[in-house]
């Protein structure tokens, strides 16, 4: 089925927001995916600012939600601390502010219960190895995740 065509600058605008409104019935993005998305399909300045605020006016495009989203899925499912869960968050353009909120909205105890989670995933993997090179290993681990290290100290205590 051939997309319809659009006459005029109204125009360009409205094939820019179908564009976006596909790519984002995949999944949620950021302002700043769409806007990228739509640049890479050849949209000037004009019609992606005009689609970009109709997406913000329906509730399609909200870093906010996408970021408060993304955490919650983060926390659930593939386990990060606060530090790392900021950069990705970085990366797909959220606003330093939207990010900061977000992240310190992170429930200490939370946090703390997935590192002990993965802590414990870890200290099974490396049952082999002596008491204090495990606890490095598991150190390592948790810190590549984002963790901070007073927090894998405390989660590293406990559980050796």
């Given amino acids: 089925m051939k997309p319809i065509s659009y006459p005029g600058e109204e125009g360009k605008a409205e094939q820019a927001y179908q564009k976006a409104l596909r790519y984002l019935s995949f999944r949620p993005r950021t302002q700043k995916e769409v806007e990228e998305y739509l640049r890479r399909k050849g949209f000037e300045r004009e019609a992606i600012e005009k689609a970009i605020e109709k997406l913000k006016g329906y509730g399609f495009v909200d870093d906010r939600a996408f970021a ?17 869960m ?19 909205s992170i429930p200490g105890e939370q946090e703390e219960a997935v590192a002990n989670r993965l802590a414990q995933k ?4 490396y049952r082999g190895v002596d008491e204090r090179e495990r606890a490095h290993k598991i150190a390592q681990a948790l810190a590549r995740r984002g963790f901070d290290w007073e927090l894998i100290n405390r989660v590293i205590r406990k559980l050796i």
């Fill in 122 to 125: 870890y200290y099974e993997k």
């Fill in 86 to 104: 900021a950069w990705e968050l970085r990366q797909r353009g959220v606003d330093a502010e939207i990010i900061d909120e977000v992240v310190e």
């Fill in 68 to 84: 408060l989203s993304w955490v919650s899925s983060r926390l659930r499912n593939s386990p990060k601390g606060r530090a790392a």
